[in-house]
């Protein structure tokens, strides 16, 4: 514990001791807790609790294990070096399981030091509601294309009930209601989400929700996901340089690829310490060097911009962290 004292130290406030206890591993996550609401049979309710490690020492995420069958984790990139974000992936089974449904999710961290960190989760899974495919996938859309897809949402029970409305936040999505359908007992209605054509370039996880007449449950999500392609890709998608020393020169690689050849034109940034080295000719894929050298210790987190011949917007950033010690 004397050796966790010394060098379990709390970047972003300074050489500050670790908490007590296993605080110190709560600590890297933003919540520790969600609600799924009220889901359909068969929809995909997932939810990401996110972790960054915030010290000097590599984090280990070791393994994770449910309290119940109904939620699956999973582990995203178990292994943080400082700054590093992972994530603890909880998936809500909507099909096996029914009604009132809760987990807590234990969280085993094994490097630098032991720790266990429980997260929770809670949920109702609706029997008389059924959408088929469970989410809007849109998969892998290049960016300036309209995607569009299909999906149904029935209804057992009372032939009163109705899908009234569809509602979201993201003003890229369309969706068309077709008419409703009685058929063996089941209300059936055919949702055309559509993805416009405006849409940025990034990952897409965002949800529509469905409102229906039921007063009781009058609101259901209905997950969307995706990734629109972009003209111009960067990665990695954050550039970590490491630990340097005040006068001390570092390089790493960023490598840019296109769908088509084209020329990078410009690259910046703000801080003056880093200095770039590419070539100038047209192709689909360029290698990017990278080169910070300051004499000023301190942590650096700067924006690089990356800006090409492409028609205009073409252009890409990447976050880089260094941290110059004396």
Not at 129 to 157: L, M, N, Y
């Amino acid at each position: 514990m004397k050796h966790a004292a010394l060098s379990l130290l709390v970047l972003l406030v300074g050489s500050v001791a670790p908490a007590s206890g296993q605080e110190w591993a709560r600590k890297m996550f933003e919540v520790t807790n969600h609600d799924f609401g009220t889901v359909a049979r068969g929809a995909k309710a997932e939810f990401s609790f996110q972790l960054k490690n915030i010290y000097e020492e590599t984090v280990h995420v070791a393994g994770v294990r449910s309290s119940c069958g109904c939620t699956l984790p999973r582990i995203v990139n178990p292994t943080l070096k400082t700054y590093e974000v992972g994530q603890i992936v909880a998936d809500f089974d909507t099909r096996r399981f029914l009604g009132n449904r809760s987990a807590t999710i234990t969280v085993t961290i094994d490097k630098p030091y032991f720790a266990e960190v429980r997260l929770r989760v809670k949920g109702y899974i609706r029997g008389d509601v059924v959408i088929q495919p469970g989410a809007v996938q849109f998969d892998s859309v290049d960016q300036g294309s309209i995607a569009e897809r299909t999906i149904t949402v029935k209804h057992a029970g009372n032939p009163s009930w109705q899908l009234v409305d569809i509602q979201s936040a993201n003003h890229h999505f369309e969706v068309e209601i077709s008419d409703r359908r009685y058929e063996q007992g089941q209300s059936i209605y055919e949702l055309l989400v559509r993805l416009k054509d405006d849409a940025p370039a990034g990952y897409l996880k965002d949800q529509l929700v469905l409102v229906t007449n039921d007063h009781q449950s009058q609101q259901i999500p209905l997950a969307v996901e995706g990734r629109i392609v972009p003209d111009i890709t960067v990665s990695p998608v954050a550039l970590y340089l490491g630990d340097v020393k005040p006068g001390e020169a570092v390089t790493k690689k960023l490598v840019v690829r296109g769908r088509k050849p084209f020329r990078i034109v410009d690259l910046n940034c703000a801080d003056d310490c880093f200095k770039f080295k590419s070539s100038d000719e047209a192709k689909a894929l360029h290698l990017v060097d990278v080169t910070f050298h300051s004499d000023q210790p301190g942590k650096v987190e700067k924006t690089i911009g990356i800006k090409t011949d492409q028609h205009p917007g073409t252009s890409a950033t990447v976050v880089a962290y260094v941290n110059v010690k004396p």
